[in-house]
Nanobody
Framework: QVQLVESGGGLVQAGGSLRLSCAASGRPISTYTMGWFRQAPGKEREFVGIISWSGGTTNIADSVKGRFTISRDNAKNTVYLQMNSLKPEDTAVYYC????????????????WGQGTQVTVSS
């Protein structure tokens, strides 16, 4: 089992930045694909970004490309989501997820999920 805990969310003005962290425990995540997803009120959960176990492959959703960056530090068992130039439409609960297989943006393929952290962007 892998336990995931997200942190770093909060209230920020449009144009601001936040860095989310996802701390894993239970097992080393060095062999896991890690993903970030988000869910806005009244909407389905959607893909934001994914990173392969080595960090060599990343994929970012078109809606946040150029503004968000995903990275990982396997030595710290932690994954990050750097969010810049935030917009009100980025407001959502952000979730971290893990799977022990190839990278995929499909959230139903992920085995372990965190509880989420709220990000609110004011206009």
């Amino acid at each position: 089992q892998v336990q995931l805990v997200e942190s770093g969310g909060g209230l920020v003005q449009a144009g601001g930045s936040l860095r989310l962290s996802c701390a894993a425990s239970g097992r080393p995540i060095s062999t896991y694909t890690m993903g970030w997803f988000r869910q806005a009120p009244g909407k389905e959960r959607e893909f934001v970004g994914i990173i392969s176990w080595s960090g060599g492959t990343t994929n970012i959703a078109d809606s946040v490309k150029g503004r968000f960056t995903i990275s990982r530090d396997n030595a710290k068992n932690t994954v990050y989501l750097q969010m810049n130039s935030l917009k009100p439409e980025d407001t959502a609960v952000y979730y971290c997820a893990a799977r022990s297989d190839y990278v995929t943006p499909h959230l139903d393929k992920y085995d372990f999920w965190g509880q989420g952290t709220q990000v609110t962007v004011s206009s």
